[in-house]
């Protein structure tokens, strides 16, 4: 299985400030996903991120709000921008590895 | 579109009995089944996968799911649950045409009473 950590675990942040979210995988995948876990919801992609193309973004999430670097095939990163409390949630990146998917243990998120 | 459903949202059960977590999938497609599992405190790990082959399938910890390609399900079952697997259980399917994107379903918690 592949392991995966993030940083930083947790957060406290402003509205209208930006946070950057780093994902570190132990060997090196082709995709890569980010996810958000809202409190008491399950997850929702947010979007797919490739070494070497632009991310791929599911219905509802933007670009602008949620810019996404992916300069190598370990590394990740996914930026909250101008948050709001409505971004208060858990950020999980997610790997794919022998047809299955393996998760980070999440950047918890509160924004004030 | 795809979807996952979870018909039990919260389950109480003592230790020592029976447990049966419903999974439900809409997509006329191929797929891959998942369960995972999120302990308190601990981040999502995987307890059991299906990908073809024979549809009930074993996973860590005595659980064990059933593949019912007529019913679209994917229960996943333990015989006898211990105060430890007090968690949240989360199905996934994932297509196998086209990208790979897993979709989750809303996950049932799950409180086992010593």
């Known amino acids: 299985s592949a392991v995966i950590s993030q940083k930083p675990s947790r957060d406290i942040c402003q509205r209208g400030t930006s946070l950057t979210i780093q994902c570190q995988v132990d060997?090196?995948?082709?995709?890569m996903f980010w996810y958000r876990q809202q409190p008491g919801q399950s997850l929702t992609l947010i979007a797919t991120?490739?070494?070497?193309?632009?991310?791929?973004?599911e219905s509802g999430f933007v670009i602008d709000k949620f810019p996404i670097s992916r300069p190598n095939l370990t590394f990740s990163t996914l930026t909250v921008s101008n948050m709001s409390p409505e971004d208060s949630s858990i950020y999980l990146c997610?790997?794919?590895?022998?047809?299955?998917?393996?998760f980070g243990p999440g950047t918890r998120l509160l924004v004030l | 579109a795809q979807s996952v459903s979870q018909h039990n949202h919260h389950v109480i059960l003592s230790e020592a009995a029976s447990l049966e977590l419903g999974c439900n999938y809409s997509?006329?497609?191929?797929?891959?089944l998942f369960w995972y599992v999120q302990y308190p405190g601990q981040h999502l790990q995987l307890l059991l996968k299906?990908?073809?082959?024979?549809?009930l399938v074993k996973g860590i910890k005595g659980f064990e799911a059933e593949f019912i390609k007529s019913k679209f399900s994917f229960n996943l079952r333990k015989p006898s649950v211990q105060w430890s697997d007090t968690a949240e259980y989360f199905c996934?399917?994932?297509?196998?045409?086209?990208?790979?994107?897993?979709?989750f379903g809303t996950g049932t918690r799950l409180k086992v009473l010593a």
């Open positions: 997610s790997v794919e590895w022998g047809k299955s998917f393996y």
């Open positions: 060997s090196q995948v082709t995709m």
């Open positions: 991120a490739n070494q070497g193309s632009e991310a791929t973004y």
């Open positions: 997509y006329g497609g191929t797929v891959n």
């Open positions: 299906y990908f073809s082959g024979d549809p």
């Open positions: 996934a399917v994932m297509s196998v045409s086209g990208t790979y994107k897993y979709i």
